[in-house]
């Protein structure tokens, strides 16, 4: 995209952004605010982010042309309530820190032009379902709620012991904590249970992220709009990397510029128009176009061009331009 016209640079305008700032242009993810991926150096999933083991031993699977892999069985844990014998942290303090900066290329990264997006994967719940099994870790919260706000402790101390090492070798401008808590209709959970137990261990680790300077950003699949006000005014999140499915335009009316809204394209909702049959160029361009348009209004919003097909790439810078144009238009 062209930004001679401009007088911020990518990098100043997505700076601005994540501090809550009026911003220039329209600013999109990979412009001025690169999202570090696959991470290599450490192992929240298995090395490359493809099959393997992670550094707690979980077994993960992974497709040719899947995005990611899946934890898959034999799990570690049968009985939350074995935790204390049966799972082993990662040694952080000697793990070789300045090699995994080299191999997710942190001493080639350009800082000049770019902020560093810097991605730390298996929340508290994703890590338990890691563990137990996807069942098993729901189930989890009911019948020993007290056993996993002891595990949640424990594994939020051992988060913020990670993000002390990011800060140090990697120097990240943002981080991107993944801890997916929704299906495509909901959450997984009530509400009661995410405040009772996840509310106030995220929100040490989103405090601890606050205490190095470094921005945090929430990234959660599925339909969690239920806790998003809670999430910004009592986390103090910078930023929600969530789907369009929560309804961007409806929360922002709630949040208003408290925080930023990077949201991936609604690609679900053209997928279902591809195997119909029903989608044709002039459909994905104008789909696009008034997503996009829509979830500018009032700013703090990061359009998210990743996760879609290659086929489609082009198109979707194409339109993500002339959305950053006719935008521009509309404050002269």
């Known amino acids: ?25 329209l600013p999109v993810m990979g412009e001025g605010i690169i ?7 450490y192992y929240e999933r298995p090395h490359g982010g493809k099959g393997g083991e992670d550094w707690f031993g979980v077994h993960w699977f992974w497709k040719e042309g899947e995005p990611a892999p899946m934890p898959v069985e ?33 001493p080639v990264f350009d800082r000049e032009n770019n902020l560093l997006y810097q991605m730390i994967h298996n929340g508290l719940m994703e890590r338990l379902q890691n563990l137990l099994g996807f069942e098993n870790g729901l ?8 056993e996993v706000a002891e595990f949640f402790d424990a594994l939020a101390d051992y988060k913020c012991r990670l993000i002390d090492y990011l ?13 997916d808590w929704g299906t495509q209709r909901g959450l997984f959970f009530s509400p009661e249970t995410w405040r009772s137990l996840l ?32 999430i910004v005014d009592d986390l103090h999140v910078d930023a929600l990397n969530i789907m369009a499915i929560n309804d961007i335009p ?42 996009v348009m829509e979830n500018a209004r009032g700013g703090c919003y990061l359009p998210v061009p990743l996760l879609v097909r290659p086929e489609w790439q082009e198109l979707i810078i194409d339109e993500l331009k002339k ?8 404050q002269l």
């Open 167 to 179: 800060a140090i070798y990697y120097k990240p401008d943002v981080i991107c904590y993944h801890d």
């Open 250 to 291: 409806a929360l922002k009316k709630i949040t208003g510029t408290k925080v930023v809204y990077d949201v991936f394209l609604d690609t679900q909702k053209y997928d279902v128009m591809d195997a119909a049959g029903t989608l044709t160029e002039e459909k994905l361009r104008q789909g696009i176009h008034d997503e």
């Open 35 to 41: 999202n570090n991926v696959p991470v290599n150096g």
């Open 323 to 330: 959305c950053r144009e006719e935008l521009m238009c509309r």
């Open 139 to 146: 189930c989890a919260l009911l019948t020993d709620p007290e």
């Open 74 to 106: 034999p799990y570690i844990l049968e009985d939350i309530a074995d935790w204390k014998d049966v799972v082993h942290f990662p040694d952080l303090d000697g793990f070789d820190w300045e090699r995994a900066a080299i191999e997710d290329r942190i």
């Open 1 to 25: 995209m062209e930004r001679n016209v401009y007088m911020l640079t990518p990098k100043e305008n997505a700076r601005r952004l994540f501090n809550h700032e009026e911003t220039e242009y």
């Open 199 to 230: 509310k106030e261990p995220t929100k040490r680790i989103v405090e601890h992220v606050h205490s190095k300077g470094i921005k945090f950003d929430l990234h959660s699949c599925g339909m969690i709009r239920d806790i998003v006000p809670e």
